[in-house]
Each structure stands twice: as C-alpha cells, then as structure tokens.
C-alpha cells in the first residue's frame, strides 16, 4: 500500500475477494457512496476454498503476497469473513477486514444475532464481536443458514436470500429479546430486504465497510 497519492495521481482502493459475484456488488456500492477514485478487484476463490479445507494458516503466504503486491492502493478492503484473523494481523489501519465496521456498530446492542452460511466463519466473526463488544457487555448468539450455501454455489441468489431470511426470522421469533441481526457475510446482504418486517434492526458488513474504505482512503490523502 503506498501511504498516500502523490500529487496529481488518483486515490485507490483494491477489493480482495473470494468470488466472482462480489466484483459487481462492490462497485455498485462504491458508486453508490460517491466514490470517484479508482477501484480495482482481485478475486481469489482458492483461498477461502483452502482456508476452510486446511485452516487460514495455508493461506497465509499467499495473503500476504496479494496485500503486499498491492502497492498502488491507498486501502485495501477484504471482503471475505473468513479470512478476517489475517488480516488482523498485518495491524495496519489501510488493510481493512470487511465486518469490523458491521460488528462494532453491533456491539452497541445489548443482544444480537449474528447469522452466518459457513462454518469456517463462526470463529473470526464471533471474535471479532466479542473484541468490539468488550466494553459494552453486548452478548451474541449464531445462526449457521446451511441450508442457504448451495444455492449460492449454484448462482441462484433469491434462493439464497429466501433461504437465509427464513432461518434468520425462525430464531428472532422465537427471540423477541433480540436487539439487531448481523448478516455478517458480504454475500448475505441481499437477505435484508427480506427481514425488513421484523421489526429489528439489520446490519449488513458490505455497506459500512465501503464507507469506512473510503474515508480511510481521503483520510490518507488530506
């Protein structure tokens, strides 16, 4: 990451996603949030496929690799839940974690769901609440919607949403007591709309971690 955009160069922020889909999610998001820098896109399906087959440290090479590589980007966003711990660990405020911003906006309720498709996402989301959550005393409970990833595998998305929404709304009615809903991988964000009846509020990762990239990114060029 270069630390800052010399005189006359344009602002940039690189995405490092683990599928195809994200690539024009994310830059409708970007427009969307006025964002008028470049925008660049790596996708690598192979290492959440190895992450959760082997474990994140078989990735970690080659996360390293791509963050390290991404030399022309004032922020660099990953958008993968799981791989989340690693980018932790590089501790620098222009490698961003997608679901930070989502979890410490959750942590300002006394109790929330947290809902997630994929088991390998469970850990690093939940410690990453608790992280937030530490001054607060928010609790947390986990919905797994496995019955919602093959639709996605299979590239039918309103099955997935319709698939999530309903795993979701399950346990809010039979837990009124809950204070918000985290959708808490990017791809889930299309199952708000679907929950807006709840009556409870949903935050979904993709959204507050677009904002939150490019106020880094004008952060770093004032």
């Known amino acids: 990451m270069r630390g800052g955009t010399s005189e006359g160069a344009k602002m940039k922020i690189t995405c490092l996603h683990t599928g195809q889909v994200h690539v024009d999610r994310f830059a409708g998001l970007f427009a969307a949030q006025g964002w008028d820098g470049a925008l660049d896109h790596i996708v690598r399906p192979d290492l959440l496929a190895r992450a959760q087959a082997d474990g994140l440290d078989a990735v970690t090479g080659d996360l390293t690799a791509e963050l390290t590589g991404a030399v022309d980007a004032d922020v660099v966003l990953c958008t993968c839940s ?24 959750a942590a300002a309720y006394p109790s929330v769901l947290i809902a997630l498709c994929l088991e390998s996402t469970r850990s690093p989301s939940l410690a990453l609440f608790e992280a937030c959550a530490k001054d607060t005393g928010a609790q947390a409970r986990v919905v797994i919607c496995s019955d919602a990833w093959p639709h996605f595998e299979a590239g039918d998305m309103n099955a997935f949403y319709r698939s999530i929404a309903q795993s979701v709304g399950t346990v809010v009615l039979a837990a009124p007591q809950t204070g918000c809903i985290v959708l808490a991988q990017a791809s889930m964000q299309g199952a708000a709309m679907l929950l807006s009846d709840m009556g409870v509020p949903v935050l979904t990762t993709p959204v507050l971690a677009v904002q939150h990239a490019i106020k880094t990114a004008r952060q770093a060029n004032r």
């Open 82 to 105: 799981t791989l989340g711990p690693l980018i932790d660990r590089f501790d620098r405020a222009d490698v961003l974690r997608i679901d930070r911003p989502a979890m410490s906006a």
